[in-house]
């Protein structure tokens, strides 16, 4: 007597599965997006006016010290903000996400409203608070000590000013990856760490920190990445400080007399720098198992805080006066009065700076088109990254670590590189893009992908693919499989990611003001326009009204029915 | 040469490779703004205009003319001369069909424009008739529509008119370190066109000094004027006298030097792009800003200066005929752009 035990071969049911072409489909997309541009960048770098092949950029690049000194301050300055990012958003993503500290939606809203705020637009507003002399904080300073105007509380037009700005607007990249992580490790481990007997701070110690090390790690190397290629924050603060980041430096090659290829050579070291961060990371994490959440999990407990409720609520606050606090109360009276400086009084409230800034032509152009590339690059950057970081976690077609480095390739190119090579790309037959909003979504979606792959790939890891395989046995296919059981497992992980791209492109500049054109401008180029003549009053307008769209628009998508509570 | 082909198309306004000269035998009859051109321009309803005219000034313009034709929409397109030089290359090389009229601070960007062909022909009849024939292109491609200084200025809450600098070389006394603000060549043709000629005049030198004195750098000409007022620094070396005068009116503590080796003078033409997408809005705009009406507009609104010879210049201001002029020369600063810019940027180190 034999069982008839089904053959391996056979599987389970048949059914139709077009998992494999639209997976094939996905990854010769991402192949496009990143590889079109990047070739371009090789071919500017490695050739001459030509077109022959030369290493001569490359000479000038490393012999110069106009192109080595900004080099160097991009790499203390990205360096420095990785640190100072860690020290702040980690302890802060752990109060928020696993003790009882109270307000902790609040905190989390206002870390979100620093991470809405455009870095040029923070920088912006820390020049009117801190500027040596005019800066509202130095005044008030000289005011309160009675000192004479050469005394200086902060001068942001230093290169720890630029760092500072800097930190302010990136923590919440680290801030929102370790609070998330936490908030999926189980309690049952904490729990038996506990019941055997160790203390609260030996568990977090021995326990949760650990577990929380990839979100940790991967928040520093986006934090450092971004830093790196950031322009906005440093073309606005770098120039009057008299120095050049690598990406100031960039964009000034791109002036006339263009050098792009002195431009593409320069971003080549922020790739490499990129590729061995990267390297890094898969090493340190690379043998050791973090799935987190399986098929038999406990909820998570919240750590009671007793008497540390309140320090440690403060500690959160003060920490939320750099990026949000401070600069919003700079721009709010900026937009209300007649000048950023002086005195507030009822006589100088004023709606003219709102009325001159809505009367403007091209602002209420380029609040429709920002809406507009918003949403549809977050919706398909998040489509395109949980396919990506699907395939990548489950090894589930052939290449899938290629697809892996494609997706986080973009970080190390900075937007304005990034934005030639989208031009170059995209000025020629058969895609002529330039000049419609296609190129600046495209731009969009090359841009975001690496900290919507990051993101997902991170939630991935802590899902256990024992839950996909019970589905798959059960004859469902990858892609139901994926619809059913895993995108709901990662409902959080994907609405945050919409919202990261939603936000990421409400505040980019870099690429967008290569890109765009008369009808094509998005909000940041208008602002970016607006701060090179010095009108204050409009950018604080418009920047308050970014805040006012991302916030509402974010609270919705946490809150639409189809994407609310977890369906059992 | 794919390579090549491709870095042409992509730059090619910008390399200045294909240098085609397009043959205009003899200039365009004036134009008068006919009932028919108002027509015409409205059904386009529509004119985008490419400009580094400071922004309230500009929208001051734009406003005026869609009071007096309404049904035409003014799309204001501001920034600095050479980022929108560097933009309308980029869109011209890959011919994009945006900009309607373009202006410039920096005149010797229509030099360039003529010499690609991207402008249209196209002489008001007010130009014709009453502008200076050296302010004038004589293939009606543009004409000087404002023009204003760039002086030096202070801020009268810090400084003491009598101590204020007198002359450019007062800015290298160390008293002044860390306390002057400029703006920067790369970014600003009237700061481009001013830096050309103080060199012409006084010599690199002067800048290789002031660079020793911890200057505050921004971008726009028009923003040196904002800083001083804001009391950010005591002194401006360069920015917009049309700015600056303008905050003056405003009650802003500012007041402006007219250096004693000459006052750098920035004249800003202005023309029609020749893919003009709305070509008749187009001219009637072009005409408007050479009217009377918008003249003295700029001069009285805007602070500017204006060549039309019937605009009343401001009692409270200094006359253009009282004040040393240093002479513009689109020609040479086109030859010289990539030099300045190079030697500037050695000293300055942005």
């Keep these: ?568 | 040469m794919l390579e090549y082909t491709v870095r042409r198309l992509a730059f090619a306004g910008l390399a200045l490779l294909a240098a085609a000269v397009p043959g205009h035998a003899e200039p365009p009859a004036p134009s008068a703004v006919t009932p028919a051109l108002i027509d015409a321009a409205t059904k386009e309803a529509k004119v985008v205009w490419y400009t580094s005219t400071e922004l309230r000034a500009a929208e001051r313009v734009a406003k005026a003319f869609e009071a007096k034709y309404p049904g035409i929409t003014v799309q204001v397109e501001r920034s600095g001369a050479e980022r929108n030089f560097q933009r309308i290359a980029q869109e011209f090389g890959s011919g994009l069909k945006v900009a309607d009229v373009i202006d410039s601070s920096d005149a010797s960007h229509f030099i360039v424009w003529k010499r690609q062909g991207w402008l249209a022909p196209y002489l008001p009849e007010d130009v014709a008739k009453l502008w200076p024939a050296d302010q004038r292109d004589p293939d009606g491609m543009f004409a000087t529509w404002r023009s204003t200084f760039c002086p030096m200025g202070y801020n009268t809450k810090l400084v003491k008119p009598e101590d204020a600098p007198k002359s450019f070389a007062d800015l290298l006394d160390p008293k002044w370190s860390g306390k002057i603000v400029k703006a920067h060549p790369g970014y600003s043709g009237t700061i481009l066109t001013a830096t050309f000629e103080i060199v012409r005049d006084i010599g690199w030198p002067f800048f290789e000094k002031l660079a020793k004195q911890r200057v505050m750098q921004t971008q726009s000409a028009t923003d040196p004027p904002k800083k001083l007022a804001a009391g950010e620094r005591a002194v401006m070396s360069d920015g917009s006298e049309y700015v600056l005068l303008t905050l003056k009116d405003e009650g802003n503590p500012v007041e402006p030097i007219y250096p004693s080796e000459g006052t750098p003078f920035i004249t800003g033409p202005s023309g029609i792009s020749a893919l003009a997408p709305h070509p008749n809005a187009a001219r009637l705009y072009q005409s408007f800003l050479f009217s009377l009406e918008a003249q003295q507009l700029i001069v009285d609104a805007g602070a500017m200066r204006s060549l039309h010879p019937q605009v009343k210049e401001r009692q409270d201001r200094k006359p253009l005929k009282d004040i040393k002029a240093m002479k513009d020369d689109p020609q040479a600063v086109e030859t010289q752009v990539e030099a300045i810019k190079k030697k500037y940027t050695q000293y300055f180190h942005t």
Excluded at chain 1, 184 to 203: C, F, K, N
Excluded at chain 1, 420 to 438: C, D, E, H, I, Q
Excluded at chain 1, 516 to 542: C, H, M, P, R, W
């Design chain 1, 1 to 568: 007597m034999s069982l008839a035990l089904p053959r391996p071969a056979e599987g389970p049911r048949r059914r139709i599965d077009l998992s494999l072409p639209l997976f094939a489909g996905f990854a010769l997309f991402l192949c496009g997006l990143v590889i079109l541009p990047m070739f371009w960048l090789a071919v500017f770098a490695f050739t001459d006016a030509k077109g022959a092949p030369t290493l001569a950029n490359f000479a000038t690049l490393f012999s110069d010290p106009d192109l080595l000194d900004p080099l160097f301050v991009t790499l203390t300055i990205s360096s420095a903000t990785g640190v100072i990012c860690c020290l702040v958003a980690a302890p802060m993503g752990w109060l928020v996400a696993r003790t009882d500290m109270p307000a902790r939606r609040t905190v989390r809203a206002l870390v979100t409203a620093s991470f809405v705020t455009p870095p040029f637009l923070g920088a912006v507003a820390w020049e009117i608070l801190a500027a040596p002399n005019s800066g509202i904080l130095n005044q008030v300073y000289r005011d309160l000590f009675d000192l004479s105007g050469d005394d200086v509380l902060v001068d942001i037009y230093t290169q720890a000013g630029l760092i500072f700005v800097i930190a302010c607007y990136t923590f919440p990249y680290v801030f929102v990856l370790v609070a998330n992580a936490l908030e999926r490790i189980p309690g049952d481990l904490e729990d038996a760490s506990a019941i055997l007997g160790a203390p609260t701070v030996q568990t977090a110690l021995r326990i949760t920190i650990p577990l929380a090390m990839p979100a940790i790690l991967a928040g520093v190397l986006v934090a450092f990445l971004q830093a790196m290629t950031l322009f906005g924050s440093p073309a606005i603060l770098a120039m009057p400080a008299g120095f050049h980041t690598l990406t100031t430096k960039i964009w000034m090659l791109f002036q006339f007399p263009p050098k792009p290829g002195l431009a593409a050579a320069a971003s080549v070291p922020l790739l490499v720098v990129t590729i061995v961060l990267l390297r890094a990371q898969g090493w340190i994490l690379g043998r050791r198992g973090y799935t987190v959440v399986g098929g038999k999990t406990g909820t998570p407990r919240r750590i009671a805080l007793g008497a540390w409720k309140a320090p440690a609520l403060l500690f959160c606050l003060a920490v939320l006066c750099a990026p949000v606090f401070l600069p919003y109360a700079a721009l709010a009276k900026t937009a209300f009065s007649q000048t950023p400086y002086g005195p507030l009084t009822w006589s100088a409230l004023t709606l003219d700076q709102v009325r001159a800034a809505f009367a403007y032509s091209g602002t209420q152009l380029a609040l429709k088109n920002t809406f507009l590339l918003c949403v549809m690059a977050a919706t398909l950057g998040t489509v395109l990254a949980l396919v990506i970081s699907y395939l990548a976690a489950r090894q589930a077609i052939w290449g899938h670590r290629a697809l892996g480095f494609l997706a986080t390739a973009p970080v190390a190119v900075p937007g304005i590189v990034l934005g030639v090579a989208l031009f170059l790309a995209y000025t020629r037959p058969p895609l002529v893009l330039y000049g419609t909003l296609w190129i600046l979504l495209l731009a969009y979606l090359t841009l975001q992908l690496p900290s919507a792959y990051q993101q997902l790939r991170a939630a991935f890891h802590g899902i256990h693919p024992e839950l996909e395989e019970a589905s798959r046995i059960l004859g469902a296919t990858r892609l139901q499989a994926l619809a059913h059981v895993t995108a709901p497992l990662l409902r959080s992980g994907l609405i945050a990611t919409w919202c990261f791209i939603f936000i990421g492109t409400m505040r980019e500049l870099s690429a967008a003001i290569m890109l765009f054109s008369a009808d094509t401008k998005v909000l940041s180029t208008v602002i970016y326009d607006l701060n090179e003549g010095g009108d204050l009053g409009q950018i604080a307008v418009l920047g308050i009204t970014m805040l006012v769209i991302t916030f509402s628009v974010v609270g919705l998508a946490n809150r639409l029915p189809g994407l609310g509570p977890l369906r059992s």
